[in-house]
């Protein structure tokens, strides 16, 4: 596949007119996306981003002075293979994000952007290359399927976290598949689970013979037992979480109504009832709803004044972008997992938060059935979850406050 940095920046040559690829300005754009298009690139640039959407041909780029990896460093004009629609602009802005961390981190633009999939064409099996037949599971992957936002996220998790691990250019055979599975995992981990799980579906897609033997690689995975935390420990850390203007507001949140990373974006408390309203994502493909998690407590939304709502990023059920959210969630959930480190808590993770949810759900003598509903999850999910990792100290507490 060729760079894109051997596409762009050509000269117009002949009769052609060029079009202007500017934030102002286009015959084909109307002026509300023009205005939203000047409110991104302020904001890019009250953050000090060095980097403008622009449009051009009705499709939206990213323009900016970068070097590529031969070291050559002039202005660029990046493709975000998006048109220029309103619909587009905040999938536009999470790719420049990605874009500049990636430039930030290794100091040059990449040869192939991280949003472009292979294009190839489907061609007989005899010498099949991987990138082919990962087209292939692709279009397997979504034949009967509706490509809703959870099954677009779905997807993305396993194709960019999995499938394009692999090398693209290499011929594809079960060896190879097995290789990377023994090279780039530990056995019994839900790494190597998952990867075994995904290789195989892709194998299963291209008909690769002998793909039965990655079942031998699985293991046995078992879930780490979740430490034990006292819930005074979490709230004095999310009183030192709170002061964060970017992602304290979110910490506390989660922890106060046990949404998931992601839902918390679009999560609006009411404090004078104790519940809040948000997006619910479920797992599987199912469609993505409404939900009204309930607070516990009221009086920490209180403390942590959860009314006054600060975060980088909002959503509905409309404008939900699984990019924006995953960009901004992966640097959400480091800036909690420094927080914990310095207060003796290295091993508590961001999901934790939910996790304590579903504990305190059950000590404050929630309905099982209102607690899984507040979660967004079925009942048979809740009690698999939650009821399992009910240990002998909570058992304790329990007792101590039935036998008063």
Known sequence: MKSFLGKVNKKVTGNTKPTRSSGGSNSETDSETLKALEEVNKRLKD?????????ARNSLFIRGTYRDSNGINKERKIPTRLTADINNLVSAEARILQLIEYVNKNGFVPDELMW????????????????EAVKRFEINYWKGKKKTKPRLQTWNLINK???MQLPQDAEINVGLLVDFIENDSEPETDKRRKMCQYFKRLALANELKGFSIIDNYVGKYEP????????????????????????????AAQYVYGTRSGET??????????????????????PMDYKYPIALTNDLAK????????????????????????????????????????VGL???????????????????????????????????????TYNSTYGKKDAIRTSKKVNK
């Not at 780490?224 to 910490?251: A, F, H, P, S």
């Not at 699984?322 to 310095?342: I, Q």
């Not at 099982?368 to 698999?384: D, F, Q, W």
Request: glycine share 8%; with cysteine; hydrophobic share 35%.
């Open 47 to 55: 953050r000090k981003i060095k980097a403008k959407l622009v449009i």
């Open 116 to 131: 472009d999939a292979p294009k190839v064409e489907l061609n007989g099996s005899k010498g099949l290359l991987v990138g």
């Open 161 to 163: 976290g999995y499938l």
């Open 224 to 251: 780490k037992q979740r430490n034990e935390v006292d819930d005074e420990e979490l709230i004095n850390l999310i009183d030192i979480c709170r002061e964060d203007k970017k992602y304290g507001w979110l910490t």
């Open 265 to 286: 974006f679009s999560l609006i408390p009411d404090l004078k009832n104790g519940t809040a309203t948000s997006i619910n994502t479920p797992k599987g493909g199912k």
């Open 303 to 342: 403390r942590w004044r959860l009314d006054e709502i600060e975060r980088p990023y909002t959503c509905n059920l409309k404008t939900y972008d699984p990019e924006m959210t995953k960009y901004l969630g992966d640097h959400w959930r480091r800036f909690f997992k420094r927080r914990a480190k310095k």
């Open 346 to 384: 290295e091993w508590l993770q961001l999901t934790d938060l939910r996790h304590q949810w579903g504990i305190r759900s059950i000590y404050a003598e929630i309905d099982p059935r209102a607690a899984a509903k507040s979660m967004g999850h079925s009942i048979a999910v809740h009690y698999s």
